[in-house]
């Protein structure tokens, strides 16, 4: 079964760049999340959907940071403009449904210079 | 507001000891707990789920103890390969990740 994919891997950017990621779920998993894990911190979710609609963003830094979720797929997350502190590993993870096990792919490493 | 709280460690643990860990939450409503690993510079990997009293695989168990609200992990025999970050996470209305415990298993 495939798991999480993520792209791209790797990006460096200067601040007030913009900078855009994309995350395909597993197939049938209803809720994704994106996650912004800092160096020695645990991942702090910024948003989560259940299918195409938003349950919970109210740790997203919306001035700046967007994502959506159109067709209840895939899922892209945009940093508009980005600041140095946004340089942190971007996570996004799956799952069936609302509060089962999540399955994250492999992140996106952001530095912002 | 609702926290989870996790020992950062490191906790410097010989090769064959067992060794535990906890992790608080004051959410008493919470139903359902995880223990994730991740190791340096990758992605967390799910390692239990704790829906009752507790859940053991192998040489790893898991403790919930809900009067005091906090969930355990248990690792006996440790190996070299158990070094990593263990994170637990409380998925209820807010999904909440500790910010993990560091472990490294001395030879």
């Known amino acids: 079964e495939a798991g999480v994919a993520q792209s791209p891997r790797y990006k460096i950017i200067e601040k007030r760049q913009s900078v855009a990621f994309w995350c395909n779920p597993i197939s049938g998993h209803a809720t994704l999340y994106w996650y912004q894990q800092i160096l020695g911190q645990g991942p702090k979710l910024l948003i989560q959907f259940q299918n195409n609609g938003v349950v919970d963003d109210s740790q997203l830094p919306k001035d700046r940071f967007s994502a959506e979720r159109l067709k209840g797929v895939d899922s892209t997350l945009k940093i508009q403009p980005a600041k140095l502190e946004d340089s942190a590993v971007y996570l996004c993870?799956?799952?069936?449904?609302?509060?089962?096990?999540?399955?994250f792919g492999p992140g996106t490493r952001l530095t912002v210079l | 507001r609702k926290e989870v709280e996790q020992d950062p460690g490191p906790f410097n643990v010989p090769e064959g000891a067992t060794v535990a860990f906890n992790c608080t939450y004051s959410?008493?409503?919470?139903?359902?707990f995880f223990w994730y690993r991740q190791d340096c510079r990758k992605e967390p990997k799910l390692l239990m789920s704790?829906?009752?009293s507790g859940n053991e695989d192998g040489r790893f168990t898991a403790q919930l103890n809900r009067a005091s609200q906090y969930i355990s992990l248990l690792i006996r025999d440790s190996k070299l390969s158990d070094s990593a970050t263990y994170l637990c996470v409380v998925p209820d209305d807010k999904i909440i990740f500790g910010k993990g415990t560091r472990l490294h298993i001395l030879p």
């Open positions: 993870a799956s799952s069936l449904d609302l509060g089962s096990e999540q399955f």
């Open positions: 959410n008493s409503a919470s139903q359902s």
């Open positions: 704790v829906y009752s």
